[in-house]
């Protein structure tokens, strides 16, 4: 087996940010170093012209190492590499001749070259480069076939300021890195939508502040430990989220005793919306999220959004609006949030549901309804705020159990 001592890391819509693209650049280098820092062994991580390079200094865990560079934004490969100084021809290729010889033991399989030569002072040109390389090899390893149309490995050779070769190619999680596109709140609660759609904005380059609203007695402290949990488990890709746990016991109350049960729903939710885009204005957030899909459920009717939407003056994004459910569940098992969202404590929007809630509510009504909590709604509003328990959830590997 191969003892890679470096990688190389690809990205993709960085590369045409233009003026700007050293912004991005310097930004998936930070990610990569603060990630680097939860694995054993010690790195150094090095830029060079539309790459960069990972090189392993230390004894290190493969494994660790390439799960930890999955969940950085921005990668789209992860290549483990050789990486190696520029020689002559026969050198470099001696090299990569005992590179395929160990990568590859069982010698049957089928393989393409691929060169580029970035460096146009490199003397040999890229299509003499794959014919020679390719006869090294078959020199080498007769048992070997070249297909250019459906082999079964590419061995990529890139002449740059170095020269580094790699035949096996991890994908990364795509997207933006984090922080490079400013920073929104994230209504989180313990299902399986919100955590999702979280990872979805923070995979555009935004980062996250989360708001969760707990209902003591009637939800548990292990229902509240769930959203830390999943808090810490979307920070393992989006970065450090501050979390603010919100005391909503007394608000769902007053609610449930002065207005109509069939509209308890979404009057709570328009009051979540309220003291989350308070949060999100006091943490310069540009915007809140949900995880709400058009249809899933009464208060995520095309009327219900639109009741909820008119207490909001920051954009609310619902990455998940035109999934279904089977997509949401898809990403949530991809993402390792699934097993900790179905278990089952239950949040208060689950708690307090109406036996038979209104699903094509009119704003004007919802809003008269609303009048009926002027005598006690603001200092209940104000009360929730001031007791708000904030902690940060920084992707710690051990979650709290």
Same mark, same amino acid.
């Given at each position: ?27 998936? #280098?930070?990610? +990569? ?10 790195? *150094? ?30 990668? +789209? ?17 001696? #090299? ?9 033991? /069982? ?18 040109? !890229? ?32 002449? &740059? ?28 609660? $313990? ?17 996250? /502040? *989360?708001?969760?609203?707990? *209902? ?14 999943? %808090? ?5 890709? %989006? $970065?450090?989220? &501050? ?75 619902? =990455? ?36 038979? =809630? ?6 004007? +009504?919802?809003? &008269? ?9 603001? /200092?209940?509003?104000?009360? *929730? +705020?001031?007791? !708000? ?13």
């Amino acid at each position: 087996m191969v003892q890679y001592k470096a990688f190389l890391i690809k990205y993709g819509e960085i590369a045409i940010k233009g003026k700007n693209r050293h912004v991005f650049e310097e930004a998936l #280098e930070r990610q +990569i170093k603060r990630n680097l820092r939860d694995c054993e062994g010690e790195f *150094a991580v090095e830029r060079q012209t539309g790459r960069i390079f990972i090189r392993c200094l230390s004894d290190y865990d493969y494994d660790e190492l390439v799960g930890a560079l999955t969940r950085i934004f921005g990668i +789209i490969w992860i290549c483990p590499c050789v990486l190696t100084e520029i020689k002559s021809f026969d050198e470099t290729a001696g #090299e990569i001749v005992r590179y395929i010889g160990e990568a590859f033991p /069982d010698r049957h399989v089928s393989f393409k070259v691929k060169a580029r030569r970035p460096n146009k002072k490199y003397p040999i040109h !890229t299509m003499d480069l794959n014919a020679m390389i390719g006869e090294k090899i078959l020199d080498a390893y007769p048992e070997m076939t070249v297909d250019v149309h459906h082999p079964d490995f590419e061995l990529n050779v890139e002449i &740059r300021e170095q020269i580094n070769f790699y035949a096996r190619m991890i994908p990364g999680p795509g997207g933006m890195p984090v922080g490079t596109n400013g920073k929104a709140m994230l209504l989180l609660s $313990g299902g399986i939508d919100s955590p999702v759609a979280g990872w979805m904005i923070a995979k555009r380059g935004v980062t996250l /502040d *989360a708001t969760y609203f707990h *209902a003591p007695p009637y939800t548990s402290e292990r229902a509240k430990q769930k959203v830390i949990d999943l %808090a810490e488990q979307v920070a393992r890709y %989006a $970065g450090p989220i &501050r979390l603010h746990i919100v005391n909503f016991t007394d608000i769902q109350l007053y609610i449930y005793e002065q207005c109509p049960h069939d509209e308890l729903t979404i009057i709570m939710r328009r009051y979540m919306m309220r003291i989350a885009e308070h949060f999100a204005r006091e943490n310069a957030c540009m915007g809140l999220i949900t995880g709400e899909s058009i249809g899933q459920v009464a208060s995520q009717t095309m009327q219900s959004l639109l009741c909820t939407n008119a207490v909001c003056q920051l954009p609310v994004y619902r =990455p998940l609006i035109g999934f279904d459910k089977q997509d949401i569940v898809s990403i949530a098992e991809k993402i390792d949030t699934y097993e900790t969202s179905i278990l089952p404590y239950e949040d208060c929007c689950t708690i307090f549901v109406a036996r038979h =809630p209104v699903t094509k509510p009119r704003l004007e +009504i919802i809003e &008269r309804s609303e009048l009926k909590l002027a005598e006690r709604i603001e /200092d209940l509003y104000r009360q *929730a +705020i001031e007791t !708000t328990e904030t902690i940060i959830c920084d992707g710690s590997p051990s979650l709290r159990q």
